[in-house]
């Protein structure tokens, strides 16, 4: 057994630890990212965001009831439609796709120079 590449593992290790934290602020300073966190307050500041959503949980737990109907259902899909036509949740998803893509290619060329997929497994809410 070679007992160098065993003594430099603490400094490999803290190599990898300073590019990851360098990817982590280089992210978190990316202008799609920053859009992201800021639709998601927007989203948290909507009040009709949050009425439609609590409207659609009540609605949901009545479909799943004995109460449930199609009646209940076509209300479901009708909030669902007011809560998608909302700006402040289209701009999140626009951001979240922005996001995914970012990712994607961090993904591919981290994966190009690491030979290996880095994150093989993005998908929607992936959140980095």
């Known amino acids: 057994m070679e ?7 603490p400094a490999t290790h803290k190599k990898v630890e300073q590019t990851a934290i360098r990817l982590g602020d280089a ?17 948290q500041e909507d ?13 949901r737990r009545e479909i799943y009831s004995s109460t449930g109907s199609q009646q209940k259902l076509d ?7 007011a809560l998608e036509a909302r700006p402040s949740i289209r701009a ?3 951001a979240e796709a922005e996001v995914r893509d970012l990712c994607r290619a961090v993904n591919e060329g981290m994966g190009k120079r690491l030979g290996i ?9 992936c959140g980095c």
Request: glycine share 2%; net charge negative.
């Open 27 to 43: 992210l978190r300073e990316e202008p799609r990212y920053q859009r992201l966190l800021e639709a998601i307050f927007a989203l």
């Open 92 to 94: 999140y998803h626009a």
């Open 47 to 59: 009040p009709e965001v949050r009425r439609l959503a609590l409207e659609m949980e009540s609605t």
């Open 117 to 125: 997929a880095f994150a093989a497994n993005i998908q929607r809410g």
């Open 75 to 81: 209300e479901f899909h009708q909030l669902e439609a």
């Open 3 to 9: 007992i160098a590449p065993i003594l430099s593992l």
